[in-house]
């Protein structure tokens, strides 16, 4: 993580030079990527965990169950009913979307049989879909598709000192889900264990929506969606630490932040001094996992 932190402050379009330059560009432009990279990278990573916890499935993630699109809908009506209104409030409608458009979706795979555990994957993906299509529909409409286009496809250009901050909100979130961790983690055994053992899960789903809706709004907000890195880490620190939480969060979040930090660096390279966005590469390496991950689940069952 010390070499990837390292060289994001090295790279970019410009060069770093000595003095007082190497110091402001420092200050105002390779640091604050940095940084909204990492906090990014861990708070989609815990926020995804925490959807797997909920869901009671490992399919599943903030940008493939409609959190993301949902945000990106209240992004839109934003647009249209209060254009000229702050950054904090568009932040504002953002999460209360997402956190209707999940709490929704957790209703819904509550319906379904839990035989096929790919029935949740799929029907988050096409739950998504359809909000992702209203939300095209509606920018379409009203001449916003390049407006949406800057929210659904998350890149760190942008990113500068005073165009960052409010993602310390998805630190503060991967805090309190620390300190929730172990009820977290009872929760993800089901609502009748969960009761039998004292905890009340109205209010640990409640908590853990609030997380997930919080952390992708702010996410979506200040850099654009950033797709499966609620997938992937979780999965993977589920085969080296184990389901319990709060034992294999800390690695959780390092590694969701190295990931995405990883993929912006990679964008600054592979087509250097030009840009890929980090949501492309995420988008490629993301899919490619996800799918194997759904043919070893095949494979299990057959």
Known sequence: MTALFFLSLALGAGRLGTGSDAVWLLAVSRLPRTAAAMLAGAGLAVAGVIMQMLARNRFVEPAT???GQAAGLGLVA???LAPGAPLWFRMLVAMASALLATAGFLALVRRLPFRDPLLVPLTGI???G???AVTGFIAYENDLLQYIDIWMNGEFSGVMLGRYEFLWLAGAATL????FANRFT???MGEEMSLSLGLSYGQVMALGLAIVS???AVTVVTVGMLPFVGLVVPNIASQLRGDHLRRSLPLLASAGAGLVLTCDILGRIIWYPYEIPVGTILGVIGAAVFIWMLQGRRADAG
């Open 65 to 67: 169950v409609g959190t």
């Open 78 to 80: 934003v647009a249209l």
């Open 126 to 128: 096409v739950y998504g």
């Open 130 to 132: 359809i909000l992702a």
């Open 176 to 179: 309190v889900a620390y300190a």
């Open 186 to 188: 009872i929760a993800g």
């Open 214 to 216: 919080v952390v992708t």
